[in-house]
């Protein structure tokens, strides 16, 4: 199966700065890559899909990018509500496997 | 708006058999998409455990294949999970969501349940 690696496990920054998320694949999954939000209680949400594309009514502070084996996600500007665990996914090359997580929080 | 619901006991006795059901409103599974099973253990990350397209051709996790069965009922416009001789390690909150947002065939997960715990017992 294909190991998703998600740096770091934890991030803390303030709200209004730029948080900077990473991804990396252990083979390449070319562009068949999504980021999902987890708030505590809820299920994931999808934010991106095919590596850069915003799902429906996903604001434009999410940004992803890459494609292969290395992906980043980027919220341009912290929300209150940006503060959640970020998951990636592979959905190239079954089993589809997500990242263990980084934790979005408040500095 | 697509929803999808996952419903079944809460509670599983250890070695028995976990069964959940999903039902989708807002949309018709006979419509097309794979609809599939996803996992969550308490504090960690999440497993995919299989697909079902609306034909009831499927696709699992090969850790848990030899265990798990997933069918569809288009009927009631729902699908189901089974996973046998279950353990401690298989307590998770389990969602079930669709497979929609694609590119070339290959989509991530767009819509999902709301999630059920699962804790097995001994």
């Known amino acids: 199966e294909i190991v998703m690696t998600q740096s770091p496990a934890t991030l803390s920054v303030s709200p209004g700065e730029r948080a900077t998320l990473s991804c990396r694949a252990r083979q390449s999954v070319s562009s068949d890559l999504a980021w999902y939000q987890q708030k505590p209680g809820q299920a994931p949400r999808l934010l991106i899909y095919d590596a850069s594309t915003r799902a429906t009514g996903i604001p434009a502070r999410f940004s992803g990018s890459g494609s292969g084996t290395e992906f980043t996600l980027t919220i341009s500007t912290l929300q209150s509500e940006d503060f959640a665990a970020y998951y990636c996914?592979?959905?190239?090359?079954?089993?589809?496997?997500f990242g263990q997580g980084t934790k979005l929080e408040i500095k | 708006q697509v929803q999808l619901q996952e419903s079944g006991p809460g509670l599983v006795r250890s070695s028995e058999t976990l069964s959940l059901t999903c039902a989708v409103s807002?949309?018709?599974?006979?419509?097309?998409?794979?609809w599939g099973w996803i996992r969550q253990p308490p504090e960690k990350g999440l497993e995919w455990i299989g697909s079902?397209?609306?034909?009831?051709?499927?696709n699992y996790n090969p850790s848990l294949k030899s265990r798990v069965t997933i069918s569809v009922d288009t009927s009631k416009n729902q699908f189901s999970l089974r996973l046998s001789s279950v353990t401690a390690a298989d307590a998770a909150v389990y969602y079930c969501?669709?497979?929609?947002?694609?590119?070339?065939?290959?989509?991530?997960?767009?819509?999902w349940g709301q999630g059920t715990l699962v804790t097995v017992s001994s």
């Open positions: 996914q592979q959905y190239n090359t079954g089993p589809y496997t």
């Open positions: 969501a669709r497979k929609g947002s694609c590119s070339g065939g290959r989509c991530s997960f767009d819509y």
């Open positions: 079902i397209y609306h034909t009831g051709n499927t």
């Open positions: 807002g949309y018709s599974i006979r419509s097309g998409y794979y």
